[in-house]
């Protein structure tokens, strides 16, 4: 008799929790389960799951690429300045000085000038990549025949002062050299070099921030 018992009470347990699974699976079908606490705000608003990411296959308008970071200066009673401190590219995700150094500076030299920068009030700088760096040329608007320091081959449009049509050092070492060879970025032809002299020659440069 015992065992009889026992064995009824099993299979009513079963029954039940089988009773319980169906009406949570039947719930989450029809939508009646609460969404988890991150998926709403305070105001008990929906969340996006996902966010638009930046993409290097997107070509976007030049009005919808570029992002003219500004902060506030001043205060205490004093005068309220802006400072238009950098660029966010949206396609690339990497935060560019608005306006470069205009200074000629040795490889090394400027390496530094970067990774020690406060421009913005952000620490975090460095030198781009090449490929970072040559992602700001514009094809079409190349000139392999112009005086040098023309003007650059940027998207037209672009928020970005004081850059020249000059060579930018980038912080890519090119292995192919047996000494220390470091490529560069022309914004002028849109061509890409390798100097092996990095320490002696004196270059423009660029710095962001980002990935």
């Excluded at 620490?123 to 608007?141: F, I, K």
């Excluded at 560069?184 to 660029?206: C, H, K, P």
Aim: hydrophobic content about 35%.
């Amino acid at each position: 008799m015992t065992s009889f018992y026992q064995l009824k009470l099993q299979v009513w347990l079963s029954l039940l929790l089988g009773l319980g699974v169906s009406v949570g699976v039947a719930q989450a079908q029809s939508g009646n389960l609460e969404p988890p606490a991150s998926a709403v705000n305070g105001s008990g608003d929906p969340l996006a799951t996902t966010q638009t990411q930046p993409s290097w296959d997107q070509l976007l308008p030049t009005s919808e690429r570029f992002q003219v970071l500004t902060r506030i200066l001043g205060g205490g009673g004093g005068p309220i300045a802006f400072d238009d401190w950098g660029v966010l590219d949206r396609e690339t995700g990497l935060v560019w000085e608005r306006t470069p150094q205009a200074s000629f500076m040795s490889w090394n030299i400027a390496y530094n000038q970067c990774t020690s920068s406060k421009v913005g009030g952000r620490l975090g700088w460095r030198l781009p990549e090449v490929h970072e760096l040559a992602s700001l040329v514009n094809a079409d608007h190349i000139c392999n025949n112009c005086p040098s320091g023309g003007p650059p081959a940027l998207p037209p449009g672009h928020p970005f002062l004081n850059v020249q049509g000059q060579r930018y050092w980038t912080a890519t070492l090119d292995p192919t050299f047996s000494q220390i060879g470091v490529r560069l970025v022309d914004f002028q032809t849109g061509r890409t070099g390798t100097t092996s002299n990095a320490v002696i020659n004196q270059e423009l440069f660029w710095c962001v921030r980002g990935k």
